[in-house]
């Protein structure tokens, strides 16, 4: 049973430039979770989907920020015209339905560089 | 409130020593509290969790503790190794919902 897999692992973009992160959960994981890590800080909370529904976003910045989970296929995190600030660590987590008394797994990271 | 507060900020703790870190809570719809360990370059990965009907729960030199009353809950690493040393972050979920502190960075000498 694969882990969570992220890719890239690494990602470079240009001030401006278009930047996707994609997310496949564990196999049998309906909720994927999407976290955001500043260098020496904690993961801050993005956004919580389910297939074809965002559940939860509050933690997405209003603008440029958008996520999907699709029918078929990986979760997206896209993040439009990057700006040097949004260079982080992004974690993607999946989990069964409910958390408690389970865990949420989660994947490798996509380092993302904003140069 | 959806905050849980985490401290230290970094902890360097000698080969055999305890480490302890702290987390405090003020939702009290919190119904789960795990901690996670994370490497460099890594992603974090569960360690042990609790729920908060049980004060302390114990698996193998991890030990939580867990005051309901007071909202807080600690992590002892007994007899720390150099290989314990990470970033270990508290969290709480609600449903489905996992809120995160802010992490402690713990170093193990030799």
């Known amino acids: 049973n694969a882990g969570v897999m992220q890719n890239p692992r690494h990602l470079v973009r240009r001030r401006g430039q278009e930047a996707r992160l994609r997310c496949s959960p564990m196999?049998?994981?309906?909720?994927v979770y999407w976290y955001r890590q500043l260098p020496e800080e904690g993961l801050k909370f993005m956004v919580y989907?389910?297939?074809?529904?965002?559940?939860?976003e509050s933690g997405m910045p209003k603008e440029r920020f958008s996520a999907e989970f699709p029918k078929e296929g990986p979760s997206i995190l896209r993040i439009q015209q990057v700006v040097r600030g949004d260079s982080a660590a992004y974690f993607c987590?999946?989990?069964?339905?409910?958390?408690?008394?389970?865990?949420?797994?989660f994947g490798q990271g996509t380092r993302l560089t904003v140069v | 409130q959806q905050q849980v507060k985490q401290s230290p900020q970094s902890l360097i703790v000698q080969k055999g020593g305890i480490s302890i870190i702290n987390c405090a809570y003020e939702?009290?719809?919190?119904?789960?509290f795990p901690w996670y360990q994370q490497f460099p370059g890594k992603g974090p990965a569960l360690l042990i969790a609790?729920?908060?009907?049980?004060s302390e729960k114990k698996e193998g030199r991890f030990t939580i503790s867990f005051n309901k009353s007071a909202k807080q809950f600690s992590l002892h690493i007994m007899d720390s190794q150099p290989g314990d040393s990470a970033t270990y972050f508290c969290?709480?979920?609600?449903?489905?919902?996992?809120?995160f502190g802010e992490g402690t960075q713990l170093t193990v000498n030799p």
């Open positions: 196999k049998g994981h309906s909720h």
């Open positions: 969290a709480a979920t609600s449903g489905s919902r996992l809120t």
């Open positions: 939702n009290t719809a919190f119904d789960y």
């Open positions: 989907l389910q297939k074809e529904n965002i559940i939860d």
């Open positions: 609790i729920r908060p009907d049980v």
């Open positions: 987590a999946s989990s069964p339905p409910n958390l408690r008394d389970t865990e949420a797994f």
